[in-house]
């Protein structure tokens, strides 16, 4: 929404399809958000269970080799007081983060001492709960990852709840259609153990970057040439941008029908992902999906640029648009 003394984006007759262009991409931004976290988490969470998993420890070996340890005596003392080490390493890290962040937050001379322990403790105990239950070999990798994918929810709606932003409806609503789309991925496509993390962040990874091409539209955040621009008559400006933008959408539709058509001969073959079992199509169709709905916007904005809105410019271009439009009406106002 506008804000406060701003007039309203979805006045107007074409206030619809600004609505909903902007639903779609807060469900875009959900999505991004999202993959690029989950596919952060597994691939960390992979490393992590090999390394707890494994008899032998990488901090004995790095010890061993500094101080000429080569007695098998020696490396079986280094290998059990690897893991003692790690750990003292990392509470220390962890008391570290939170003492800064005490610092940083506090006015000065009322910064707490115990407040960073406290979070500390709950911290260290809240990791050491979630790698043992990881290491559990009853407990299969999908439900581990619902359960971060729980309390990571928890901590996000309580803040969305208590402040109530503006949009916050909005937000809500994409989040529940990208909480579908995860519990629809991890209930049929996770398999057991952590290792197949890698290929379905890969897939992740590959729908963030298509999809950033879409939100950088709606934002106004690509590359933009505007030295035709510079040389043209002021009154010849908005046209200059609207050929700029539907040379773009041409372009985003070229490559929205050649992903397409490489879409539909993955679904034609039916092939799958190996160790995840995902189709191949799920990839592919990023392509077509996420070059399709840029070209839609691009025409969008091509059309908003004719009719002097600054939809899809660049934010200076915005600013610039909405300051002339602030002097136009003064000016009116005045006469």
Request: proline share 4%; glycine share 10%; charged share 15%.
């Amino acid at each position: 929404m506008a804000e406060s003394g701003e007039e309203s984006p979805y006045k107007g007759q074409f206030g619809i399809i600004r609505r909903i262009d902007d639903w779609i991409f807060a469900i875009e931004m959900g999505i991004l958000w999202t993959f690029l976290g989950v596919s952060a988490v597994m691939v960390f969470l992979d490393v992590m269970y090999r390394r707890l998993a494994a008899p032998d420890s990488k901090v004995a070996e790095l010890a061993a080799r500094i101080l000429g340890v080569e007695s098998p005596e020696g490396l079986e003392t280094l290998t059990t007081m690897g893991p003692i080490v790690s750990g003292i390493i990392g509470v220390g890290l962890v008391y570290f983060a939170f003492w800064t962040a005490e610092q940083h937050a506090a006015e000065p001379g009322k910064q707490s001492r115990i407040k960073p322990v406290i979070e500390t403790v709950l911290a260290c105990a809240g990791f050491g709960l979630l790698g043992w239950i990881m290491l559990r070999p009853d407990v299969e990798s999908r439900w581990f990852y619902l359960l971060l994918y729980s309390l990571c929810s928890g901590v996000w709606l309580f803040n969305l709840f208590r402040e109530r932003a503006p949009g916050w409806t909005k937000n809500l609503i994409a989040f529940l259609v990208v909480t579908a789309l995860y519990l629809h991925i991890t209930l049929n496509y996770f398999p057991d153990g952590y290792s197949w993390s890698k290929e379905l962040s890969l897939i992740m990874l590959l729908w963030v970057g298509f999809l950033g091409a879409s939100v950088c539209a709606h934002q106004g955040k690509h590359i933009q040439v505007g030295a035709l621009k510079r040389v043209v008559p002021p009154s010849m400006s908005r046209w200059m941008d609207a050929i700029g933008f539907l040379f773009t959408a041409a372009f985003c539709c070229f490559m929205a029908l050649l992903g397409y058509e490489y879409a539909k001969e993955a679904l034609m073959l039916e092939g799958r992902f190996e160790q995840t079992n995902v189709p191949d199509w799920v990839a592919t169709i990023a392509v077509p999906a996420a070059f399709a709905m840029t070209m839609i916007r691009y025409i969008g904005a091509a059309f908003s640029s004719i009719l002097g809105g600054s939809y899809g410019a660049a934010p200076e271009d915005e600013s610039i648009a909405a300051a002339a439009a602030a002097k136009v009406a003064e000016k009116g106002a005045e006469g």
